[in-house]
DNA sequence: CTAGGGTTAG
């Protein structure tokens, strides 16, 4: 049977290309509103896609979704675009982007409209994805269509931008946005770039725009001053102090703390090792009927880890199942860490084996976690059944699965063991690292195997790796912990060539090295570079330097000496 | 029907 087409609807597919061909530029708005009419227009002649409404509390998962859209699509006429909107939006939940991304590329394909709706999801599915250029690419099309992009379209963008460390395209964009108003400068925009801003560690600029906010018409919510209390918290030199009275301010303000808010507290005492004053937290929530989660369970759990309180921990995962909250996998890692850094192993392998008996997968954060936990116990053979035993189970090792297996090898007197190991990665074709050869050749350098170590440096510009500080670092100190200070000086001499500036720890080591070989002035040339390149020496080589120094220069006071190797450390 | 804040290893 054929589908006859309503003659307002041949009528309202005329309208929109002469607007858009001709009209769009000067009325983008009157387009929209036309545009909109039409479609509705057009949908009210629907018959059976018409009535569909989709229900997504009945969906079960990414393939009932998908198999929802392929009897949408069959539908004739379809089903008017907001409940592909909602479809879409829900895989998005379902945290299956590329799938939704598919779905929209089809809708596109096979002519269903979209709406503004269906664009912003889009947008936001690329950013999530890490793809904010094609987030953006699509903005042309939003003109194209005769859409206008909102808030909810630029929030996505400018947090993609923020999450893959565009720091300035991110602010560029934010000032575009002012500066031409390409759109409502809500509490949700305001939002996205505080704590963009937080999270690259501009927590100044930050509270910039929180004051401009304030200022303005757009007032601060519980989001924004948790976001900025995390900041402050989570700000490379804690400030506590700062997020207590920002907490004071919000409450003046009659803005509430909701669970999010807590949680940050909690988790902020915990690391700071006041433990007892997140409890206090908790009990406080609990009184305002903030319902405590599975997060502040967890952080809970990791600030008595952290104190090595871990029968206290333990009563906290315990606690969880009356309250009929079920561990995940972050609580399992959190109190796995606190048992292999609690040296207590072999409780960590028990709670591993336990949650896969419980049906929850180990991740890579368990596997990696142990693997360290195992090397430190010294049961090196255990580590690397373990590590056969994640690629077995399909968890991809990752870059620091490589270092820990490689690191763990030299540290249990296992060298050989790590270069074949090396050498695996070398075959297996994977992204070789500088970091792996670091490993290797300090450890090859502390098991007193110096030519190895060259060689092995030698080899790496043949495999396209540059040497790093840290590389140059552990061959300077093999050299001069053999007591070879013209090899260590070459080295030195490499490096600066390769414009690689050496740091205070390769000083130290070089004039310590010319010490204990008695070369004094040698070593007081090279302390003198150091000085001179604002590097310091460590506690251990000045004590050195003094010793030595005044032995040999009676005539020197100690106040001359202090003045000469170190006038600034006040330690002293 | 679209957008912002919180937990683990290295």
Redesign the pocket.
Known sequence: MRKVVPGHLLFSQKIYIKLSTTHFHQTPLLFCLVHRYFSTKSVSKCTLGEKFKLDVGTINGLNDALSVYKKMVKMNPRPC??EF??LL?HI??LRECSTALSLFKEIRILGIPV???????AV?SYCISNRVDYGFSLLGWFFKLGYVP???????LL?GLFRGNRVDEAQELFKKIVSEELC?L???????VI?GLC?AGNTARAFELFRVMERGSCM????????LI?GLC?DSLSRLQEAKILMKEMLGCKVY?????F??VI?ALC?EGLVDDAEDVARIMIQNNVV?????Y??LM?GYCLQSRFDDARKVFESMAGKSIVP???????LI?GYC?GMKIDYALHLFREMAQKGLAA????Y??IL?GLFCDCRCYAALELFDEMQVVGQKP????Y??MLDGLCRNGHVQRALLFLDELEKKGLDLHINYYNIAIDGLCKAGKLDNARALFSSLPSKGLQPDVVTYGAMIKGYCQEGLLVEAKNILMNMKLKSCLPNSLIYNVIVRGFLAKGEFGEAATFHEEMVDRGLSPDYSTLTLLLDLWRTRENNLTLHNMIQKFAPENTML
């Open positions: 675009v907001r909107n909602k939006s998005v939940k709406s503004e709706y269906t664009m912003s999801i936001n909102s808030a909810t379209t630029f929030s996505p947090k409502e809500n509490v949700v925009v305001y939002g996205t704590d999270k601060p919510d519980t989001y924004i001053y948790s976001t995390n989570k703390p909701d669970l999010i808010t949680n940050i988790d690391k405590p989660d599975i997060i502040t967890n952080s990791d995940d996998i972050f609580s399992y890692n959190i860490n850094k991740d890579v954060t368990t990696n976690t360290q990752n870059f620091f699965t270092c820990n």
